[in-house]
Every structure is written in C-alpha cells, then in structure tokens.
C-alpha cells in the first residue's frame, strides 16, 4: 500500500515551533512537504496605486522563509519556494508528488478565502484539506460565543474572556523525519529584485531595525523580557516614539506568523512568576486581546471591514484629492507631527502605535480623504501589516468601526506637546523627507 504523503501549506504561520498544521501532519505522517508561495499577486498595484507590499515587508518576509526553510531541514523536511499566481503552483505541486493531505492555517478574509476555494475547486478527488485557526491567543473553539454575538465594544469582548479562558499550551516541535523524505532538487528563496522591488539599507534611526523570522522573534523576546527586563515597564513607555525599546516590537514576527500568540502570553507568565507581576505585564497581554478583537470582529462582520460604511455601513462624504493624499504621503501638511510619522514610515516600514493613531485620524477626520486610502498605504508599507488589525483600526479610527465614541479625533499639536515635548522626534524625521508620487 503507498504511505500517505502530506504537504504542509504555509500561509502566515511561518514558523516550526508551535505550529498546529505541522504538528497535526508530523502525527499523522512520515512523508512530508512543505509549501510556501510569493504570490505575484500581492507584489502588484492595488486600485490605489500602491504595491500590495512594499520592500520593507517583503524583505523582512524574505529573512522568515530563509529561517523557516533552514528549521524545516533540521527535520528533514524541504520546503518548496513558488512564485506562482494565486493556487496555480500549489496544485502542481501536489500532482506533481502525489500528495493526499494539506494542512494550513484557516484564514477568513476575502482574497484568502478566494484562494482556499480556488483550491478545493481544483484539488483531486480523495484529498483531505484540513485547515485550523491558529493566529488566536483565545481560540475560536474556546470562547463559546457565536460569531454574531461578538461584542461591538472592546472592553465588553476582553471582560467576557480574559478570565474565564485559559490560553492552550504550545504544540511541541515534530519529530525529526528520516533523510530519506528529503527531497533532491533545491528551492531559491527570490531577492527583493525578483520580486520587482528597490533593495535599501535599513536606517540608521529606524525604530525597527530587526531581522525577519522565528530565530529574531525569539532573540527579541529574550532581550525585552529577560535581558534588559523591558517588559517590566512597558505600560510606561509604550506610547513612546524614538529608538527600539519605547514598546516589544513583537507586531511584525506576529504578522507573518512567525511566532505565536500563544508562545508570547506563556513567556509574560514565566516572566510574572520569576522576575515581576505588574500592570505592564498584563498590558501586553491587553495588546494581544486587542489583537485578537480584531479578528473576532472581522470574522463577524466579514467583508464590511472593508467596505466604504465600514461595519455599520455608514453614510459618509469621503473625498479623494491626489494632492492632499500626497501631500499625507509624503510628509508635508501643515501638521509638523503628522509628518514626521509619515516620514519614518516612509523610510523605515515603521510607525508608533501613537503615531497611527494619529496620522489615520487626521488623514480621515482633518482632511476627509476616503480611509480606504490610507488603510491601503499602510498595508503597502508596513512592516507588521495584519489584515484584521490594519482594516479594525482603520475603520475604528474613522468613526466607521468599533469606537463607542465614533466622533472623536486626535489633536495633533497637543499630541505632540504631549509625546514628543522637545521635539527630538519630529526634528529627526523632518530633516530627512523626500517626495514620493502616487
């Protein structure tokens, strides 16, 4: 009888530690492939002429596959490198090696969603697709609350939750494979040219200057946790906005999935229960709840998170000037606070949690320019872009979301007296602007 082969399908759970579809597929297997796409698709102009993604999210991509794809072998496990359109390389790869089983983390979001039934469409008959959650810290199965019955208030979601739920233990790594599942050809991982993008150095006073993959995740966790004990103060600093210690930076491995929201929560415990139990500490935790806030909501509302209304389908006058967007863009509205956030972004992938905040509700509530724009942008530029986190606050901060005070906006001045009173931040970042076009 021929041994089943399975193929593990990364998506944004680019990591080997903690990782259920590896960990489902090792039990069940002992030939296994992995998979991982560069889809051309998420390397071109969207509708609003910006690159789906951008160099500095590509690059920090590129240093996670080269991690996982050296973790993968550790366990003698090849991961296949594609840059194939949508599913196309995927399908071939499963003829091509006979494979009965994917596993892959279910995602529920509307290009993603496009691709996983493109994929069933065309799959054979007889195979198995088994997808799970697994970006959560509180898992779908766990919560007890139908999607429907999400709360539209943040503090009503963390209230029901946090103390009631206990976050599962992390999935152990597999076993190590034989040599022989090895496979013979070898895969090149595509460099930023490839890709049809600029290669740049990082900047020198970049706020986020790390390396992609789960092996500088780690590093980091070990450094804001347990080296400098970092965390043990970051309620205090987290609104800060100069150098890579104001907040953990953890957002960007995150993203990508390289590593979990589970493997953070479990290392604040250790934290709280060997060095210190504090508002910080459970304020990263907070953070995280928020995190997966987002994502409940977006599993509730769908596609509304980004539509025009938003949530509640909203009638706004939104406008689009190409003017005033480029002059957001580039940093050079009459909002010195405004851009020198724009700038950093611009040059480093990177904003301040403050500074989004900030820059979003300007650009939607000052200026009037339709979100989507600058929902969009970020998606391009961010280095730690997540669909349901980038698309929640968007709309929370435009008054078409989940802010129970929808009219709201941010005063950039008194914000920047406030969080930048020596204006070290804004001198640094308008001393460096250079212009863009859309």
């Known amino acids: 009888m021929q041994e089943q082969k399975a193929i593990i399908w990364f998506r944004n759970n680019l990591r080997v530690l903690d990782n259920k579809s590896l960990h489902q597929a090792s039990i069940s297997h002992k030939k296994i492939i992995a998979y991982y796409n560069f889809d051309t698709n998420y390397y071109k102009k969207d509708k609003w002429g910006f690159k789906k993604t951008e160099k500095f999210r590509a690059q920090f991509?590129?240093?996670?596959?080269?991690?996982?794809?050296?973790?993968?072998?550790?366990?003698?496990?090849?991961?296949?490198?594609?840059?194939?359109?949508?599913?196309?390389?995927?399908?071939?790869?499963?003829?091509?090696?006979?494979?009965?089983?994917?596993?892959?983390?279910?995602?529920?979001?509307?290009?993603?969603?496009?691709?996983?039934?493109?994929?069933?469409?065309?799959?054979?008959?007889?195979f198995n697709l088994n997808s799970e959650y697994d970006q959560f810290l509180f898992h779908p199965d766990e919560i007890m609350i139908e999607p429907i019955n999400i709360p539209e208030v943040f503090s009503s979601f963390r209230?029901?939750?946090?103390?009631?739920?206990?976050?599962?233990?992390?999935?152990?790594?597999?076993?190590?494979?034989?040599?022989?599942?090895?496979?013979?050809?070898?895969?090149?991982?595509?460099?930023l040219e490839d890709l049809n993008l600029d290669p740049f150095k990082v900047d020198i006073n970049s706020a986020f200057p790390f390396q992609g993959g789960t092996k500088s995740g780690l590093d980091r966790i070990n450094f804001y946790f347990w080296k400098s004990k970092k965390l043990g103060f970051y309620k205090k600093t987290r609104n800060g906005l100069l150098k890579t210690d104001y907040s953990s930076k953890l957002s960007s491995?995150?993203?990508?999935?390289?590593?979990?929201?589970?493997?953070?929560?479990?290392?604040?415990?250790k934290f709280e229960d060997e060095i210190l139990k504090n508002q910080s500490t459970y304020w990263l935790i907070f953070e995280l709840i928020w995190r997966d806030y987002f994502k409940y909501i977006s599993i509730k509302h769908g596609?509304?998170?980004?539509?025009?209304?938003?949530?509640?389908?909203?009638?706004?006058?939104?406008?689009?000037?190409?003017?005033?967007?480029?002059?957001?863009?580039?940093?050079?509205?009459?909002?010195?606070?405004?851009?020198?956030?724009?700038?950093?972004?611009?040059?480093t992938g990177w904003m301040s949690n403050r500074g989004r905040q900030n820059v979003a509700s300007y650009l939607t509530k000052d200026l009037l320019i339709d979100w989507r724009v600058g929902a969009s942008y970020f998606e391009s530029m961010l280095i730690d872009y997540d669909v349901h986190s980038n698309y929640g606050n968007w709309i929370y901060n435009s008054g078409i979301g989940n802010d129970p005070m929808p009219d709201r906006k941010f005063n950039p001045k008194f914000q920047a007296d406030r969080y930048d009173p020596n204006n070290t931040f804004q001198k640094l970042w308008l001393n460096k602007q250079y212009e863009i076009d859309l």
């Open 159 to 191: 209230k029901k939750i946090e103390k009631r739920i206990t976050v599962r233990e992390c999935c152990p790594v597999p076993i190590k494979l034989d040599k022989s599942n090895l496979l013979e050809e070898t895969f090149p991982i595509p460099k």
């Open 61 to 126: 991509l590129i240093e996670t596959i080269e991690d996982l794809k050296n973790s993968l072998a550790e366990l003698n496990i090849s991961l296949i490198i594609d840059n194939s359109p949508s599913i196309s390389g995927l399908i071939n790869v499963i003829k091509n090696h006979e494979i009965n089983d994917i596993y892959c983390q279910k995602e529920w979001t509307i290009e993603e969603e496009k691709i996983e039934k493109d994929l069933i469409e065309k799959l054979p008959k007889g």
């Open 303 to 347: 596609n509304k998170i980004f539509r025009l209304g938003g949530i509640y389908s909203k009638s706004k006058v939104w406008k689009i000037d190409i003017d005033t967007i480029n002059s957001w863009i580039n940093g050079t509205t009459k909002e010195s606070f405004i851009n020198a956030n724009m700038i950093e972004l611009k040059k």
């Open 253 to 269: 491995w995150l993203a990508n999935g390289s590593i979990s929201a589970r493997q953070i929560y479990w290392e604040v415990k």
